[in-house]
């Protein structure tokens, strides 16, 4: 019999993602949406498998809601991919991150305990949760000490499927990703902003890159292989958490230089602090500056997951370089831009 899926979240990058996958897998899949008035789930469109999919009103903040579509379907396997994902506007909203991204995940486990105890549940935990760990190594046993709202929502979460795997015998787990990005990405991510900005600099020949904190680090995969290890987790005997990661990192900065690079120009760095900024060789312009709005209050300055469990359990290992992604990224934008 074919394996039924509810995928929360379905109109983000990850939720477009696995939603293609478990289509390849045969499943019947559900997606879980919440009412917006653009209602977009263009993701879905460009990845050909709109009309494949069920949507089904799904709000975290919401327990009835919650409560009726996991007693109704009785899913075989659930997927919590929706949340307010982005660290930055969390220090503006971190009573709605708490709700959504902390308490939406008690109120999917309350429903499975209660009317679905069957049901094989993932959780998208992060690898913010470590923020400014001590720990050297970065894996499933490093210290957590989160650096924002949101990765202090998400570290709850964490806890709570933890708990109810333990104390009730459920079949949940959660997946300590490292950042994944891709083509499908949301723009304010900085990666996203990156290759958007300066592909349209090319195009265009005006136009400058305004950013942050360009020093720290993270470690950056594509998110249609990370997808891959959400669906291995739930296929095990026994639930277990585990770190996807690239288990390499880099800044903000090489990002920067390794897209324009990519797309032709080449950049030469000056000044310091918020007076630095980059410009272009050849016609000497201003590419790239700093813009002291773009600073978080607080910031993970390092990222370095180490995925020796997923590989050695899971057998997951990642595809795609550091290189290739942004390859990947800028070949999309040039698409679109053309
Ligand atoms: P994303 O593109 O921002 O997608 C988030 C999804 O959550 C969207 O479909 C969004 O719907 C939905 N959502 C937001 N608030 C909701 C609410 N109150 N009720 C129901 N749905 C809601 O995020 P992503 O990059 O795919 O990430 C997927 C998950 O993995 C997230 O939980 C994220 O925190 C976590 N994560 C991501 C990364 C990464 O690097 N991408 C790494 C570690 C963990 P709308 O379209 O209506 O906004
Ligand atoms: O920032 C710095 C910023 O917003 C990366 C989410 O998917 O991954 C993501 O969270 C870094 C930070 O991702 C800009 O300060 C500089 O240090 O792309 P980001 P994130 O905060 O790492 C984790 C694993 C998740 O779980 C999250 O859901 O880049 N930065 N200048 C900037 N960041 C942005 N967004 N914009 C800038 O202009």
Not at 116 to 134: C, D, H, R
Not at 214 to 242: E, S
Request: aromatic share 12%; hydrophobic share 35%; glycine share 6%.
């Amino acid at each position: 019999m074919k394996k039924k899926a509810l995928i929360t979240g379905i109109s983000g990058q990850d939720g477009s993602y696995l939603a293609k996958l478990l289509i390849s897998k045969n499943y019947i899949v559900y997606g879980g949406d919440r009412r917006t008035a653009s209602g977009s789930l263009w993701r879905l469109e460009e990845l050909n498998i709109r009309e494949k999919i069920n949507i089904i009103d799904f709000e975290l903040s919401e327990d009835s809601n919650i409560t009726n579509v996991i007693r109704v379907s009785k899913f075989d396997e659930i997927y919590n991919l929706a949340a307010q994902s982005f660290v930055g506007s969390s220090y503006q909203t971190p009573l709605m991150t708490t709700d959504v991204n902390g308490l939406g995940v008690a109120r999917i486990l309350e429903a499975i305990r209660n009317y679905s105890p069957n049901t094989k549940l993932y959780q998208a935990s992060t690898s913010e949760m470590y923020g400014n760990t001590v720990s050297t190594k970065q894996d499933e046993n490093a210290k957590f000490h989160p650096t924002s709202p949101y990765a202090i929502s998400k570290l709850y979460a964490h806890w709570m499927i933890n708990l109810y795997r333990e104390a009730y015998d459920l079949y949940a787990c959660a997946g300590i990703l490292f950042n994944h990005e891709s083509p499908l990405r949301g723009e304010e991510f900085v990666t996203k902003k990156i290759v958007r900005e300066l592909t349209k600099i090319k195009f265009k020949k005006k136009g400058c890159l305004s950013l942050g904190n360009i020093y720290t680090k993270r470690d950056w995969g594509f998110a249609g292989d990370y997808v891959d290890a959400m669906w291995q987790m739930l296929q095990q005997q026994k639930p277990h958490d585990f770190v996807i990661a690239s288990g390499r990192t880099h800044s903000i900065k090489e990002f920067v230089n390794v897209t324009a690079r990519y797309l032709g120009f080449s950049l030469i760095w000056k000044g310091k602090g918020l007076n630095e900024y980059a410009v272009e060789q050849k016609s000497g312009k201003k590419v790239v500056q700093i813009d002291k709005k773009f600073f978080r209050p607080t910031d993970v300055n390092l990222l370095k997951g180490n995925y020796s469990k997923a590989s050695k359990i899971l057998k997951w290992k990642p595809s795609t370089s550091f290189k290739s992604l942004i390859q990947m990224m800028c070949d999309y934008e040039i698409s679109k831009f053309k």
